[in-house]
């Protein structure tokens, strides 16, 4: 049997988020002890420990939602608590009650269990009266606050660099899959050879996806961001890249496909498969140039002069044999479309 989950992280969580959450958590015990005499500040603890997120716009949610639960939990168990006393019975009601109210009124999972958790605390650590409960919503916002001021003060780094190497490398494979596919029908292919182009071809796919979580990911990382709208303009040219690529990956995965099921040794005596594979050549060369041309403008600056695109013009082939009329006008109709999809928007601008 397999685990279905597991407690490793694929990636290590950054050490500054470790020294934030510990900043935050022990200046909410300090402060929230001194302003709110009494027990001990779990709740101002927990809060700040919870608030504080890899970004400033997760932190302000998380906030919202550990402080609304946090209301929640301390007024039901309150009145509950005064109502039938704090047996251990009144408890698993509670958590039942807190659960219940929480789905009627479509809570998010996460303040959902913050509602009942709230709820199991202030009966088992407390006293549930009036003041306590006051004092324990006090102390949860105090807690929300500082994780909120902690996490200006200790701004996270803006997540670009990695929505960079991700769109980098899905251009490379995009690119490097282009020139396969050239090379494919530049000479014989055996089965075992077409089925690994297949397999190359369509690898390219979840790397568009994991380019468009990193880009997600950067601009989550900037929104409430102080140094937010330095870096704007850097992902939405990232973004502009991706839609780029994005139908060229699906029509290179398109023209592979029809290449290894439609292949004939005798493809390479058609007249226009050679000019094809230039023009995949080109392709990928003019995909290349769109990384160079997207690097920060500090290392454009340093670098030679601006690349010319190799896509210059449409291809126009003579009308092909009847044996490969097919994979020959599969193959010309996409590569019609990936040029204008490299050619047009460099043009608009």
């Known amino acids: 049997m397999r685990m279905p989950a597991t407690i490793r992280a694929p990636r290590r969580a950054p050490l500054l988020q470790v020294v934030k959450s510990a900043v935050a958590t022990s200046a909410a015990w300090l402060i929230a002890g001194f302003l ?15 608030v504080v997120q890899p970004s400033l716009n997760q932190s302000l949610t998380r906030a919202i939602e550990r ?13 509950l608590s005064i109502l039938l006393g704090t047996s251990t019975w009144v408890i ?17 999972p996460g303040t959902a269990n913050q509602v009942a958790i709230s709820a199991i605390l202030v009966l088992a650590l407390g006293t549930a009266t009036p003041s306590y409960a006051v004092d324990r919503i006090l102390e949860t916002l105090v807690g929300a606050v500082i994780g909120i001021v902690v996490n200006l003060a200790i ?23 282009l020139d396969r596919l050239a090379k494919a029908l530049e000479s014989p292919q055996t089965p075992s050879e077409l089925a ?11 790397k568009l996806d994991a380019a468009e979580e990193a880009i997600a990911a950067g601009n989550e990382s900037l929104t409430l961001n102080p140094r937010g709208r330095r870096h704007r303009d850097e992902l939405e040219a990232l973004q502009a890249i991706l839609e780029t690529f994005r139908p060229i990956v ?23 498969v050679p000019a094809i594979a230039d023009q995949l050549h080109r392709a990928a060369h003019d995909v290349r140039l769109r990384l160079r041309r997207a690097e ?10 601006e690349e010319p695109a190799a896509l210059t013009s449409q291809l126009i082939v003579l009308r092909p044999s009847s044996t490969h009329w097919i994979l020959v006008g599969s193959l010309l109709e996409d590569l019609r479309r990936i040029h204008e999809t490299l050619t047009e928007p460099a043009a608009s601008r």
Do not use: K, N
Not at 36 to 50: E, S
Not at 92 to 108: E, F, G, N, Q, S
Not at 165 to 170: G, N, Q
Not at 196 to 206: D, K, M, S, T
């Open 155 to 177: 701004v996270s780094p803006v997540a670009v660099a990695p929505a960079h190497r991700a769109v980098d490398e899905l251009g490379d494979a995009l690119a490097d899959a």
């Open 92 to 108: 698993l009601l509670t958590t039942i009650v807190a659960l219940l109210i929480a789905w009627a009124l479509r809570m998010t």
């Open 36 to 50: 709110i005499p009494g027990p001990p500040p779990v709740f101002a603890a927990i809060a700040a420990l919870l």
């Open 67 to 79: 402080s609304v639960g946090v209301i929640a939990g301390v007024v039901i168990a309150s009145v």
């Open 296 to 305: 920060p403008a500090a290392d454009v600056a340093a670098g030679p002069a």
């Open 196 to 206: 690994r182009l297949l397999e190359g071809a369509r690898a390219v796919r979840p």
């Open 250 to 272: 699906t029509q290179m995965i398109g023209m592979t496909r029809a290449c290894s099921e439609r292949y004939d040794p005798t493809i390479d005596e058609e007249p226009a």
